[in-house]
T-cell receptor
Framework: TQLLEQSPQFLSIQEGENLTVYCNSS?????LQWYRQEPGEGPVLLVT?????EVKKLKRLTFQFGDARKDSSLHITAAQPGDTGLYLC??????????FGAGTILRVKS | NAGVTQTPKFQVLKTGQSMTLQCAQD?????MYWYRQDPGMGLRLIYY???????DKGEVPNGYNVSRLNKREFSLRLESAAPSQTSVYFC???????????FGQGTRLTVV
């Protein structure tokens, strides 16, 4: 059982559609991070959310941290083929451990 | 800018062989991590090092050992490789626990 549960595991949508990816836990995190990974590469940080209830926007991507700091979501508006990739949430817990969810594979078809 | 450098990029081992994966970072980061990535499992933490001279187990430490040689270098050793250790291995570093983690390009390991 993973500490961070992500859903859905896989998402295939058409260009222009909106989507939301969820990251949930029963544990409280001081912060949560979202990464994007492309094939053959390591993950790259998109955003860090720190405050409960915080909303951050990065162009067409909107990130939200739950009020209780146990969950987060990533919403993409008008998805583009360039958004295709693996999206991972991560959180620091218990003495310098950075743990990741299983990830959501997003495929955007043109 | 080198960032996090992992070697080798690819490796094939026979069951029972040993090997060491090397990782070095040039960003003066305190924390370093080793992860393995398997399909549908995301990144699972093998070992981490909060600072030079300290190492701790992560989620899946069995079959692995690590050495934090100095602030820059953090190696991962497989003493007796098993097919279950076939995976892609990533090294990462960060200033502190909750700060951005920077990843190497990964080592694709196959154990036959």
């Amino acid at each position: 059982t993973q500490l961070l549960e992500q859903s859905p595991q896989f998402l295939s949508i058409q260009e222009g559609e909106n989507l939301t990816v969820y990251c949930n836990s029963s544990s409280v995190f001081s912060s949560l991070q979202w990464y994007r990974q492309e094939p053959g590469e390591g993950p790259v940080l998109l955003v860090t959310v720190v405050t409960g209830g915080e909303v951050k926007k990065l162009k067409r991507l909107t990130f939200q941290f739950g009020d209780a700091r146990k969950d987060s979501s990533l919403h993409i508006t008008a998805a583009q083929p360039g958004d295709t990739g693996l999206y991972l949430c991560a959180g620091g817990i218990g003495g310098n451990k950075l743990v990741f969810g299983a990830g959501t594979i997003l495929r955007v078809k043109s | 800018n080198a960032g996090v450098t992992q070697t080798p990029k690819f490796q094939v081992l026979k069951t029972g062989q040993s090997m060491t994966l090397q990782c070095a970072q040039d960003m003066n980061h305190n924390s370093m991590y080793w992860y393995r990535q398997d399909p549908g499992m995301g990144l699972r933490l093998i070992y981490y090092s909060a600072s030079e001279g300290t190492t701790d187990k992560g989620e899946v430490p069995n079959g692995y050992n690590v050495s934090r040689l100095n602030k820059r270098e953090f190696s991962l050793r497989l003493e007796s490789a098993a097919p279950s250790q076939t995976s892609v291995y990533f090294c990462a570093s960060s200033v502190i626990q909750d700060s951005e983690a920077f990843f190497g390009q990964g080592t694709r390991l196959t154990v036959v």
